[in-house]
């Protein structure tokens, strides 16, 4: 059976229709949606990351308050801009998190998506080399988290405290971690150098490229390409593959009102332009259950992975997504396979 999970950007806004406000507010209701989540048999609660916006932001903080008031619900990121990260730091923290949440963390990160500050990373103090592009530091910064969580030691030791001049590791460490790292890639290329590295793979609703044909079929291309590159690199363990899909069963009066317009409108790929070049968008899937059920299950990316992020809007409230991710749980994800 397939992991279903959600996947929250955090949006708040103080504007009518909206049930998150303040921050405070995106917070308090991402715990309690994993909480419900968790109730209604959902696999995973994952959280996007986005700087200088009205979204979830930190992530390691709310993903330790969400472990400690869940006990089997995978806890994740989707994904984590590591150009913003000290490395170091975010090693403590994941470590620290996945503790608590016993070994329940998934980390998706990755470069991350267009945002809205303009060299937002430099301000966090990360400037490029002149030889060094974004996509540069987030690999570079990610090699370095990967190795510190693996325990490679990292500070020279001070004799006079330790008796030794060896390298010493962050602490604590979770040792298991670093099969639960995953990269968010956009194209195919990516998806194979994720291979090669060892790490998960994390698809989104999106792809920076476009050869022409349906989006999963071109989101399949990339999980086979990924898996073959798997098998020649020779890892010794087997990999995930999480795929994201906008999916909103109309169960009620409610999801009709909100959504049921959108049904014809938003059920095909879209191709547009993203950060210089083109890039195809992923359909939604809006109608009844059974329906939604059998074009996923006719969904060649979804058939090819093993998780599927379930994207809410999370703005409708904790009550409202609920009842829609149990819907999915109940009426669709059995077709899924």
């Known amino acids: 059976m397939k992991k279903i999970g959600f996947l929250s950007f955090g949006h708040w806004q103080d504007v009518p229709g909206s049930s998150v406000r303040t921050g405070r507010d995106a917070l308090l209701q991402s715990i309690d949606l994993a909480v419900a989540a968790e109730e209604v048999g959902v696999d995973g609660a994952y959280v996007r990351v986005h700087h200088f916006a009205r979204q979830l ?162 989101q399949a291309e990339q999980i086979q390409m990924f898996r073959d590159a798997w098998s020649e690199a020779g890892h010794e363990w087997q990999p995930r593959v999480s795929v994201s899909r906008s999916i909103l069963p109309l169960i009620d009066d409610e999801t009709r009102r909100y959504f049921g317009l959108r049904a014809q409108a938003d059920s095909k790929d879209q191709v547009g332009h993203l950060d210089g070049g083109l890039a195809r968008f992923g359909r939604s899937f809006i109608g009844e259950p059974d329906v939604i059920a059998a074009e996923l299950a006719a969904d060649a990316a979804v058939q090819s992975a093993d998780t599927v992020l379930v994207t809410v809007p999370n703005q409708l409230g904790v009550d409202f997504n609920a009842r829609i991710l149990e819907s999915i749980v109940k009426d669709i994800k059995p077709a899924l396979g």
Do not use: C
């Open 57 to 218: 932001a930190s992530p390691f903080p709310l993903l330790a308050a969400m472990a400690a008031k869940t006990s089997t619900i995978e806890l994740g990121t989707g994904v984590i801009d590591m150009r913003y990260e000290n490395p170091l730091y975010m090693a403590e923290e994941a470590a620290a998190t996945d503790l608590i949440s016993d070994g329940r963390l998934q980390l998706g990160v990755s470069r991350g998506s267009p945002e809205t500050a303009l060299r937002g990373s430099e301000s966090f103090g990360y400037v490029p080399g002149d030889d060094e592009t974004d996509a540069d530091i987030a690999r570079s910064h990610t090699e370095v988290f990967r190795a510190a969580i693996a325990g490679a030691g990292v500070a020279r030791a001070n004799p006079q405290m330790t008796g030794t001049n060896g390298l010493l590791a962050i602490q604590p460490q979770s040792p298991e971690l670093g099969e639960r790292v995953w990269w968010g890639a956009g194209s195919r290329s990516t998806a194979v150098w994720t291979a090669e590295q060892g790490m998960n793979l994390m698809s989104s609703t999106l792809l920076t490229e476009d050869t022409g044909v349906p989006f999963d079929e071109l």
